[in-house]
Antibody, heavy 118, light 109 residues
Framework: QVQLQESGPGLVKPSQTLSLTCTVSGGSISSGGYYWSWIRQHPGKGLEWIGYIYYSGSTYYNPSLKSRVTISVDTSKNQFSLKLSSVTAADTAVYYC??????????WGQGTLVTVSS | EIVLTQSPGTLSLSPGERATLSCRASQSVSSSYLAWYQQKPGQAPRLLIYGASSRATGIPDRFSGSGSGTDFTLTISRLEPEDFAVYYCQQYGSSPRWTFGQGTKVEIK
């Protein structure tokens, strides 16, 4: 059973870059057939897709965040990462990583709360 | 972008009752590429249904999905205490722009 675990700072200052890593266990990112995604949830709100990556490195980003988002993959570490630049308080959210099968999120990490505050 | 509208916003029911949740798309969802998730407080969402009607691994058969085109339904035949949660639909037919609905909360009456 594949498992995903998010890691990274829980507090980021405004205008800085939010950086999170998702470590995958129980399966290889390089095996193909899956996308690897980042999704966030503002406090008390619904789900927002940030973007996703294939093991080859091809990416898709939500147009509303595209100018600030970079998702990358490190197959040697079985990890993929999220960078969100120029953050504001509006980026405070729980960030989830997930394994995507054909478009639906089959497996999720537990999520990590990132607060943007000085 | 396909916009998904879920209704009702909140559903107040008693254990043992039947729950019917709606997800309506602003345009047709190709190949019934629609999924449903359950989220409990403090937890990550859990996949329930994919392909509009296929149950994910380990999901009880009291959960069922139906629909096509622009109208989809998640039905919980008999609510168990652990089913009170928020439910989200998500379309993945409009690649690469996958979108979520805003959620329906099923609460204890």
């Amino acid at each position: 059973q594949v498992q995903l675990q998010e890691s990274g700072p829980g507090l980021v200052k405004p205008s800085q870059t939010l950086s999170l890593t998702c470590t995958v266990s129980g399966g290889s990112i390089s095996s193909g057939g899956y996308y690897w995604s980042w999704i966030r949830q503002h406090p008390g709100k619904g789900l927002e897709w940030i973007g996703y990556i294939y093991y080859s490195g091809s990416t898709y980003y939500n147009p509303s965040l595209k100018s600030r988002v970079t998702i990358s993959v490190d197959t040697s570490k079985n990890q993929f990462s999220l960078k969100l630049s120029s953050v504001t308080a509006a980026d405070t959210a729980v960030y989830y990583c997930a394994r995507v099968v054909g478009g639906y999120n089959e497996n999720w990490g537990q999520g990590t709360l990132v607060t943007v505050s000085s | 972008e396909i916009v998904l509208t879920q209704s009702p916003g909140t559903l107040s029911l008693s254990p043992g009752e039947r729950a019917t949740l709606s997800c309506r798309a602003s345009q047709s969802v190709s190949s019934s590429y629609l999924a449903w998730y359950q989220q409990k407080p403090g937890q990550a969402p859990r996949l329930l249904i994919y392909g509009a009607s296929s149950r994910a691994t380990g999901i009880p058969d009291r959960f069922s999905g139906s629909g096509s085109g622009t109208d989809f339904t998640l039905t919980i035949s008999r609510l168990e205490p652990e089913d009170f949660a928020v439910y989200y639909c998500q379309q993945y037919g409009s690649s690469p722009r996958w979108t979520f609905g805003q959620g329906t909360k099923v609460e204890i009456k």
